[in-house]
């Protein structure tokens, strides 16, 4: 006796809606799912456009060690919705960082840390757009060191 393979119309269709549903879940997946697990939070206008901005300068001789001043302030007080918006300028002759001492992301700005060195001459802006606590640090210079403290607006 030889055996003929049959053919069933059920596994076809069993094939073709899970080929279906497949589709459907990837298709909301890159729609809906990622778009909105990606997208920045809403931050209101008052965060993202602060009537003021704080400045600190890493001066002259910041990369010797015996200097006392480095980055002018040292510990900085950051309002939301005042002055959050930061900038490091190098007025120094050798190039640093700001580098933060742990890790740290603002959900709307991303990533705190300077991309590679700032050069004499140049600067390095961060808006703060949450209330943290960050110590911070020059990588070429560890002796250079800095403190923000980022509070939501008293009033």
Not at 16 to 41: D, F, N, W
Not at 64 to 81: R, Y
Not at 136 to 144: D, E, R, V
Request: charged share 25%.
């Amino acid at each position: 006796m030889s055996s003929k393979p049959t053919s069933s119309h059920a596994y076809g269709i069993g094939i073709i809606a899970m080929i279906v549903g497949v589709s459907i879940g990837v298709g909301y997946y890159q729609m809906y799912y990622l778009p909105e697990s990606l997208a920045k939070p809403k931050v209101s206008e008052e965060i993202l456009n602060p009537p003021d901005k704080i400045e600190v300068k890493m001066i002259k001789g910041s990369d010797s060690p015996e200097q006392k001043d480095n980055f002018v302030p040292k510990l900085i007080n950051v309002q939301l919705g005042v002055d959050n918006r930061v900038i490091w300028t190098n007025d120094d002759g050798t190039p640093h960082t700001v580098t933060p001492d742990k890790p740290t992301e603002d959900s709307y700005s991303g990533e705190f840390d300077s991309p590679g060195v700032v050069k004499p001459g140049e600067h390095y802006e961060f808006l703060f757009t949450e209330a943290a606590e960050i110590d911070y640090h020059c990588s070429p210079h560890p002796w250079m060191k800095g403190k923000i403290v980022v509070t939501k607006q008293r009033f």
